[in-house]
Nanobody, 122 residues
Framework: HVQLVESGGGSVQAGGSLRLSCTAS????????LQWFRQAPGKHHEAVAC???????RYGDAVKGRFTISEDKAKNTLYLQMNSLKPEDTATYYC?????????????????WGQGTQVTVS
């Protein structure tokens, strides 16, 4: 599988911003979907953002209006701009790839994952 590497996490005060990056080891836009998930301690993975093939973005309800997903195909990189961060956004953020026909299709167990990047909001 393609290797995914996330970066950009850190600690920030409430109301602050961070930008996460997910760089793939090879082009993915014709083969895979890349999507952002997060997982807080003791909780399941939560879908955060994804870009459909038609270019439309999908966001989890908890982040709509605050987070923006974008991509640079030339750099094989997916971004997540996170603004107006809240303490409840604290989690490990993962980039995950899937070969389904649309964002978040299929089983999470069939996805390939990056190592994650920690975001802490105080």
């Amino acid at each position: 599988h393609v290797q995914l590497v996330e970066s950009g996490g850190g600690s920030v005060q409430a109301g602050g911003s961070l930008r996460l990056s997910c760089t793939a080891s090879a082009p993915t836009y014709e083969t895979y979907y890349l999507q952002w998930f997060r997982q807080a301690p003791g909780k399941h993975h939560e879908a955060v953002a994804c870009i459909e093939r038609d270019g439309s973005a999908r966001y989890g309800d908890a982040v709509k209006g605050r987070f923006t997903i974008s991509e640079d195909k030339a750099k094989n990189t997916l971004y997540l701009q996170m603004n107006s961060l809240k303490p409840e956004d604290t989690a490990t953020y993962y980039c995950a790839g899937s070969s389904g026909g649309y964002c978040y299709s299929g089983r999470l167990g069939d996805y390939f994952w990056g190592q994650g990047t920690q975001v802490t909001v105080s």
